[in-house]
């Protein structure tokens, strides 16, 4: 079973970056999809982006071309490089494994000001 621990949430003012890095335990790793989910407050949780074993991310419309998620399997860990943020894009950011999402870090705090 894989665990999965994210972190490099912050606070950042509109326009600037984040990196999130999920850091996954289990040799299985390289086998799961991964992902990133986002919850603001008072809004349901929803998809943000994915990625494959060897590659083929896919995103969300509201944040495409300026997220890019990767992995390195190599050090079990999946990132979400985050560009050109806007405040609505705060929120708790989650990173989340398998082939039907059944997986789920404890979630990162994503605070994007004005």
């Known amino acids: 079973q894989v665990q999965l621990v994210e972190s490099g949430g912050g606070l950042v003012q509109a326009g600037g970056s984040l990196r999130l890095s999920c850091a996954a335990s289990?040799?299985?790793?390289?086998?799961?999809?991964m992902g990133w989910f986002r919850q603001a407050p008072g809004k349901a949780r929803e998809f943000v982006a994915a990625?494959?074993?060897?590659?083929?991310?896919y995103y969300a419309d509201s944040v495409k071309g300026r997220f890019t998620i990767s992995r390195d399997n190599a050090k079990n860990t999946v990132f979400l490089q985050m560009n050109s943020l806007k405040p609505e894009d705060t929120a708790v950011y989650y990173c989340?494994?398998?082939?039907?999402?059944?997986?789920w870090g404890q979630g990162t705090q994503v605070t994007v000001s004005l």
């Open positions: 990625i494959w074993n060897r590659d083929n991310p």
């Open positions: 989340a494994a398998g082939s039907t999402w059944d997986i």
């Open positions: 289990g040799r299985t790793f390289s086998l799961y999809r």
